[in-house]
């Protein structure tokens, strides 16, 4: 448990913010998808529209087992010659493993290249000002996930806007041989590393969950509240699609992660119960000191009927108070 950060925390989070900053992504898993049959495959195994995707273009989405719970959550970048599919650390055996299964006939191959590129995100106001050292094109992307590929000099890679955490953020992918190349950029540039609890700052005020930390396998995607991002209520059958048709026909799940405030100064630790009145409805699964509200913020999963904007509920440090965050702020 902890109480308000620093001033070194609150100097690096207004760098980063008024600024520009980046974040290594370090050892997030990264699949290539090739052959064919790619776009439509992968079409038939997730929660969001991917045949409809260009080349350039991108999504957010859920990848179901046939009960429609979770079994990843990834950004998909479509390029010309493959697609690539971005998650949190450790999943590449998982994620091939899942998808390998239903590979008939089609012409798909799975490739995991985690080891073979680094990935770093780049976040802050003037973000754009970076990416356009790195390709002139950068006007080609104007919405999330959009991507194009690059060389400049002795950088070769892919860049792709990241709105997840800062508005017109960027993700850019370089192989481990120009990794250095990137950084001697980065340095040129002024631009700072991002230290992991301001990072987990700006995606718990963003509302940026991650899998394996603020929910995983036994959950379903209408949890997540990621529903407007990464799940397609109209397109055709998909694996797992009767579950989530038959929540969003009900109207709702039986609970959700939602932002939430928290009186006084202490930083509750992830895992912290909340309660209301004596029912115990939630558990806090990531927390930092926000310095937008001036408080600590959490996102928590909290059962439905104590799950609503404005809720008061409580736990061992006190009131907290479910808030509004960016990404809960749809229905």
């Not at 002139?136 to 590929?149: G, T, V, Y």
């Not at 991650?210 to 694996?239: H, M, W």
Request: proline fraction near 4%; hydrophobic fraction near 35%; aromatic fraction near 8%.
């Amino acid at each position: 448990m902890s109480s308000c950060p620093d001033d070194e925390f609150l100097d690096e989070y207004q760098a980063v913010t008024q600024d520009c900053g980046y974040f290594p992504l370090e050892n997030w898993t990264s699949i290539r998808v090739t052959g064919a049959d790619r776009r439509r495959f992968l079409h038939n195994m997730c929660t969001n529209e991917i045949s409809k995707l260009s080349d350039g273009e991108g999504c957010e989405t859920f990848f179901t087992n046939v009960k429609g719970k979770i079994v990843a959550h990834t950004f998909v970048m479509v390029l010309p010659d493959e697609i690539l599919l971005l998650t949190v650390p450790n999943q590449a055996e998982q994620i091939i493993e899942h998808l390998d299964r239903y590979v008939i006939r089609e012409d798909v191959q799975l490739l995991g290249e985690s080891n073979q590129n680094v990935w770093r995100a780049i976040l802050g106001a003037q973000a754009n000002q970076l990416a356009c050292q790195i390709t002139e094109n950068i006007k080609q992307l104007e919405r999330p996930w959009q991507s194009i590929s690059f060389e400049t000099g002795e950088l070769i890679g892919t860049i792709a806007r990241f709105d997840a955490v800062t508005p017109k953020g960027f993700l850019i992918r370089c192989t481990h041989s120009t990794a250095d190349n990137l950084a001697d950029l980065l340095k040129r540039s002024a631009v700072k590393q991002v230290s992991e609890p301001v990072w987990t700052s700006l995606r718990v005020e963003a509302g940026f969950p991650l899998f394996g930390v603020d929910f995983d396998s036994s959950n379903l995607p209408q949890e997540v509240g990621r529903n407007r991002q990464a799940i397609s209520f109209t397109k055709g059958c998909y694996l797992g699609q009767e579950t989530i048709a038959r929540l969003d026909a009900l109207g709702h799940v039986n609970k959700q992660i939602v932002a939430m405030q928290f009186a006084g100064e202490m930083i509750p630790p992830s895992d912290t119960k909340i309660f209301d009145g004596e029912k115990e409805v939630g558990t806090i699964t990531a927390s930092s000191w926000s310095p937008k509200l001036k408080s600590p913020l959490a996102l928590a999963m909290v059962r439905r009927g104590s799950n609503e904007i404005g809720k008061k509920l409580r736990c061992e440090l006190g009131e907290v108070t479910v808030v509004q965050s960016n990404f809960c702020s749809e229905s």
